[in-house]
């Protein structure tokens, strides 16, 4: 009898128990969130960016915790687009895990605004959401899907990054006088006393300069309407660089004791200029193209009517050639046709951005990638500071 009763014991505890694990897991059923999955509340819609809120907190960003049914580990990212992408290529802020609150400086949210590609000082609109995503408890994504709050409209003044010049910049820049090989004839001889425009303040250029002689610069060429020069030439370190100003009188710039080749980098937000001697051995004598995005493929030797670059000056080289976009093609640039012992490639075949150009890796790297469509475009390279542009 007593075992009967042990045994009716057992049942009925395991009953309890069974029933308690069906609440435990009643309870613990997913709920997918329908429509907005939580409402997204922004501390302000209304943002007028300049560098004095800069470093100040101009909006934060609030919102309830997304409900699954159960205590969820739910990690959050903000979105945000121009009204015209819809949300195609957000630009995305991850939160971090069951965080309900996210602020932004003026600096953080301007940087968000310029990359949508807002334009400074222009008045535009900005929509914002919250995306939730679960996760299991060894921090991997679920097979749940995404769950989005309401969009909400937030008007956006953004403010320019770009640092301002100290002198307006010229659209070219060339260089002149008995330092250089064409003397104080102007015009001057183009492209070998040509500056290349390395951004939107910046020249350099790779030029033979005789020495004890004199220079200075010219936004024309053939033009002495205007010039840039030194106030006062009586300091020797001005053989190196210095300052320099727009039509600063007649002091020429002293040019470097010793003959040579040498690099002048010409700052238009400093108002300076470097002189620094440079190698010219470390510029290849020619250039070619070759890869899956030419016509050529990558059999090497390639058709060096078609794929050899031209050079142009002492740095530089242009081609225009056709370019195939899709399919992962790519290309390289080589300094000797048929041979594969140097190549000159990207950090990152994958970065979108190299396909219009950008610096360029010496025997490593990955190929580079053609422009999104498929036609004829002008490389133009560039050994001054080692890097290539890419236009149709």
């Given at each position: 009898?007593?075992l009967?009763y042990?045994?009716?014991s057992?049942v009925?505890a395991?009953?309890?128990?069974?029933a308690?694990c069906?609440?435990d897991e009643?309870?613990?059923?997913?709920?997918l969130?329908?429509?907005?999955?939580t409402?997204?509340?922004?501390?302000s819609t209304?943002l007028?960016?300049t560098?004095?809120n800069?470093k100040d907190?101009v909006v934060?960003?609030?919102?309830p915790?997304?409900?699954?049914?159960?205590n969820?580990?739910?990690t959050?990212t903000?979105e945000f687009s121009?009204?015209a992408d819809?949300?195609?290529?957000?630009?995305?802020?991850l939160v971090g895990?069951?965080?309900l609150?996210?602020?932004?400086?003026g600096a953080?949210f301007?940087?968000?605004?310029?990359?949508l590609?807002m334009t400074p000082?222009?008045q535009g609109?900005i929509?914002a959401?919250?995306?939730s995503?679960?996760?299991?408890?060894?921090d991997?994504n679920?097979?749940v899907?995404?769950?989005?709050?309401?969009?909400?409209?937030?008007?956006v003044?953004?403010?320019?990054?770009?640092?301002?010049p100290?002198y307006?910049?010229?659209?070219?820049l060339?260089?002149?006088g008995?330092?250089?090989?064409g003397?104080?004839?102007?015009?001057?001889?183009?492209p070998?006393?040509?500056?290349?425009?390395?951004d939107d303040n910046?020249?350099?250029?790779i030029v033979?300069?005789t020495?004890g002689?004199?220079?200075?610069f010219l936004?024309k060429?053939?033009d002495w309407?205007h010039k840039?020069?030194?106030?006062s030439?009586?300091?020797?370190?001005l053989?190196?660089?210095g300052?320099?100003a727009p039509d600063?009188?007649?002091?020429n710039?002293?040019?470097?004791d010793?003959t040579?080749n040498y690099?002048?980098?010409?700052?238009f937000?400093a108002?300076?200029?470097?002189v620094?001697?440079f190698?010219?051995s470390?510029?290849p004598a020619?250039?070619?193209?070759?890869?899956?995005a030419t016509?050529?493929?990558?059999?090497?030797?390639v058709?060096a009517?078609?794929?050899?670059?031209?050079?142009?000056g002492l740095?530089?080289?242009?081609?225009t050639?056709?370019l195939t976009?899709g399919g992962?093609k790519?290309?390289?640039l080589?300094?000797v046709?048929?041979?594969w012992d140097h190549k000159?490639a990207?950090a990152?075949?994958?970065?979108?951005?190299?396909?219009?150009?950008?610096?360029?890796?010496?025997?490593?790297?990955?190929?580079i990638?053609?422009?999104d469509?498929?036609?004829?475009?002008?490389?133009?390279?560039s050994?001054v500071n080692n890097t290539?542009?890419v236009?149709?």
């Amino acid at each position: 009898m007593k075992l009967i009763y042990k045994l009716l014991s057992v049942v009925v505890a395991a009953l309890v128990l069974f029933a308690s694990c069906k609440k435990d897991e009643d309870r613990s059923v997913l709920t997918l969130p329908k429509g907005a999955a939580t409402k997204l509340t922004a501390s302000s819609t209304s943002l007028v960016l300049t560098e004095a809120n800069a470093k100040d907190t101009v909006v934060t960003f609030t919102w309830p915790a997304v409900n699954y049914g159960y205590n969820a580990l739910a990690t959050y990212t903000l979105e945000f687009s121009l009204p015209a992408d819809t949300f195609k290529k957000a630009n995305k802020v991850l939160v971090g895990a069951n965080v309900l609150k996210q602020q932004f400086s003026g600096a953080d949210f301007n940087q968000i605004a310029l990359l949508l590609g807002m334009t400074p000082a222009v008045q535009g609109t900005i929509w914002a959401r919250l995306r939730s995503d679960l996760k299991t408890d060894k921090d991997a994504n679920s097979n749940v899907p995404s769950s989005f709050s309401d969009t909400i409209k937030i008007t956006v003044t953004p403010y320019s990054t770009k640092p301002v010049p100290k002198y307006p910049v010229p659209d070219d820049l060339f260089i002149v006088g008995s330092a250089t090989d064409g003397e104080w004839n102007n015009p001057v001889p183009v492209p070998n006393q040509q500056f290349t425009k390395l951004d939107d303040n910046t020249f350099g250029i790779i030029v033979h300069l005789t020495g004890g002689q004199e220079y200075v610069f010219l936004p024309k060429n053939g033009d002495w309407g205007h010039k840039y020069n030194v106030t006062s030439n009586t300091d020797p370190a001005l053989k190196h660089g210095g300052p320099f100003a727009p039509d600063a009188g007649d002091k020429n710039i002293p040019g470097p004791d010793a003959t040579g080749n040498y690099k002048i980098i010409v700052d238009f937000v400093a108002g300076t200029y470097t002189v620094t001697p440079f190698d010219v051995s470390t510029i290849p004598a020619n250039l070619f193209i070759i890869g899956d995005a030419t016509a050529g493929g990558w059999t090497n030797p390639v058709p060096a009517a078609t794929q050899q670059f031209t050079k142009v000056g002492l740095s530089t080289f242009q081609i225009t050639v056709g370019l195939t976009s899709g399919g992962g093609k790519g290309y390289l640039l080589i300094p000797v046709n048929g041979s594969w012992d140097h190549k000159y490639a990207v950090a990152d075949g994958k970065n979108a951005a190299y396909k219009a150009g950008g610096p360029f890796t010496t025997d490593s790297g990955d190929n580079i990638p053609p422009p999104d469509e498929s036609g004829s475009y002008k490389i133009t390279v560039s050994f001054v500071n080692n890097t290539y542009t890419v236009s149709k």
